[in-house]
């Protein structure tokens, strides 16, 4: 099976079994014997299809005259593939892109299909200028440039402005490198280094956490000895900040409150020096086996995973924990280039939604901390409906809190003078996280 044959079973699931890209990707990759080359190749196809989403259908309504949904699924992810290689991928000739589409249709469809397929990208390939993108900044040209949902850069703007949301769609687009926290528990990070270097990586040290490396390439996951031996965490260097505004101690007894897949609790664990107690909370029986994994993985024992509401820690913990962390479910507008079907699988009502439950959750955790303890709110959003706006909301209500200045705990240097870190993708080169560190009095 040759990688484009790869990357269309995986477009198969994703579009007609509603499959995550990340997870149907790395199954994949897993049960092909495949070159590294292949294995890119293959990554950047699927990617970057996904992502270019509902750009690619705009693109092929030019050259079809009959409704889409009148077309077989298999042969429209063929010809998303066949789009995404001619309009977006410089280093594939366009020969290539087409023979290839042509030689999927005949094997998953018909000779009919296969006619049909050659016929659009051939088009296609003849008149460019027909699929010229829209060049204008009104939400509804910068959808179809950007690939992005038309609400969602409606959102952007009345949120950021025009220049700010086109840099955050641009942004989204680009490719997110594998980033990796030092497990401290058994090295340091300057000792995984040479050994990344030694197992053939391209590496850099974060200049935002500690313990962080940036790969700028990398083998396969699964054959990456210090990652698969538990020397390190795959976790994006904002988020591995959390822990570090958390400032757990050892000995102590934190509460995790939505901690699965665990990336967060475990850096506290070994910031803790694996001494203490930590209950990590999920609503997900087989996520917290997710926990417990990563944990073994790491070499950590201190962690005890839960099933239990967030909403409900307070009544079974009150008044306990030294320092509870709310890593709230929300939106993900901050990690939308790691995940590239999540902008498309999203709606607008998710802002309605959400804000209630990051409150309640927050409540409920904030009841769990015992005097002169610590609540600590994150999210991997930038949207002030879920972050500041929330922190505001819960500090009117909970006079006993109060919002310390977080920038005595972030391990760098921010020019910003706000007591809370937002961090934007586009400024600040990372995935979108905001954090809250607030003081409990009394």
Not at 93 to 120: D, I, R
Not at 198 to 204: L, Q
Not at 226 to 245: I, K, R, W
Request: glycine share 4%; aromatic share 6%.
């Amino acid at each position: 099976m040759n990688a484009r044959e790869v990357a269309l079973n995986i477009l198969n699931e994703v579009y007609t079994q509603q499959a995550y890209a990340n997870i149907s990707l790395s199954r994949h990759l897993q049960k092909n014997q495949l070159s590294d080359q292949d294995r890119r190749f293959i990554t950047e196809l699927v990617y970057g299809t996904v992502k270019a989403g509902d750009t690619l259908l705009w693109i092929l309504k030019k050259f079809v005259n009959r409704p889409l949904n009148k077309i077989e699924p298999t042969i429209i992810n063929i010809l998303r593939l066949g789009i995404y290689q001619i309009v977006f991928m410089d280093k594939i000739p366009e020969s290539a892109a087409c023979n290839e589409a042509v030689n999927l249709a005949k094997k998953y469809s018909n000779q009919g299909s296969a006619k049909f397929v050659n016929g659009v990208l051939r088009n296609l390939i003849r008149q460019p200028e027909k699929y010229a993108m829209p060049t204008g900044n009104k939400a509804s040209e910068l959808a179809i440039r950007e690939q992005h949902p038309l609400w969602l850069v409606k959102k952007f703007i009345h949120t950021f402005g025009s220049e700010a949301a086109i840099k955050l769609c641009q942004f989204n687009n680009t490719n997110a490198p594998l980033v990796l926290r030092t497990n401290t528990l058994k090295t340091t990070r300057q000792e995984l280094i040479t050994e990344l270097i030694n197992a053939g990586c391209e590496v850099i040290p974060s200049k935002l956490a500690p313990e962080g490396i940036i790969c700028k390439t990398h083998t396969s996951l699964n054959q990456l000895a210090p990652l698969q031996n538990g020397f390190a965490q795959v976790q994006d260097e904002s988020s591995m900040l959390v822990a570090h505004v958390v400032d757990p101690k050892p000995n102590e007894f934190i509460i995790d409150t939505c901690s699965a897949p665990g990336g967060k609790t475990t850096h506290m664990a070994t910031l803790m020096q694996n001494k203490g107690k930590i209950i990590a909370c999920d609503i997900y029986e087989h996520k917290l086996k997710l926990i417990q994994d990563n944990a073994n993985r790491l070499g950590i024992n201190i962690i005890e995973p839960k099933l239990l509401d967030a909403r409900e820690i307070g009544n079974q913990y009150k008044n306990q924990a030294d320092k509870v962390l709310v890593d709230a479910p929300c939106s993900g507008m901050g990690v939308l280039r790691r995940k590239p079907d999540s902008r498309w699988n999203k709606t607008a009502e998710i802002f309605e939604k959400l804000p209630p439950l990051q409150l309640a959750i927050l409540e409920s955790a904030a009841r769990a901390v015992k005097p002169q303890g610590v609540l600590v709110y994150s999210t991997c959003t930038i949207m002030p409906q879920e972050n500041i706006e929330i922190i505001n909301q819960f500090l009117a209500k909970h006079p006993d809190f109060v919002l310390e200045d977080i920038r005595k705990y972030l391990p760098f240097k921010t020019k910003s003078k706000e007591k809370t870190l937002q961090l934007m993708p586009y400024k600040d080169n990372t995935d979108g996280f905001f954090i809250a560190r607030m003081y409990k009095k009394v």
